[in-house]
């Protein structure tokens, strides 16, 4: 079991930045990457971002040179780093890892608006 606590969400004007934060507990030891992804309504959830247990990352296009996601080990935290924010990226954010199953965070509303 594998357990995925968001924190870091709120209101934004564009331009502005916020850093997401995931905090894992349970078998972490198995984790190998870890993902945010985000879904608006009507829409499929969609990955933003994933940093690999090598700290390999791959981003979406649409966020490149805006986000950056890192990992913390010693405290089995992964950030995610959003900057120059734009109405678009508005949606709830979720953190994400794969540990024989999928195991999901409970969300994190982020709205970009003036």
């Known amino acids: 079991q594998v357990q995925l606590v968001e924190s870091g969400g709120g209101l934004v004007q564009p331009g502005g930045s916020l850093r997401l934060s995931c905090a894992a507990s349970g078998r972490i030891s198995s984790i190998n990457a870890m993902n945010w992804y985000r879904q608006v309504p009507g829409k499929q959830r969609e990955l933003v971002a994933a940093?690999?247990?090598?700290?390999?990352?791959n981003y979406a296009d649409s966020v490149k040179g805006r986000f950056t996601i890192s990992r913390d080990n010693a405290k089995n935290t992964v950030y995610l780093q959003m900057n120059s924010l734009r109405p678009e990226d508005t949606a709830v954010y979720y953190c994400?890892?794969?540990?024989?199953?999928?195991?999901w965070g409970q969300g994190t509303q982020v709205t970009v608006s003036s």
């Open positions: 940093i690999f247990s090598s700290g390999t990352t």
């Open positions: 994400n890892t794969y540990v024989f199953r999928n195991y």
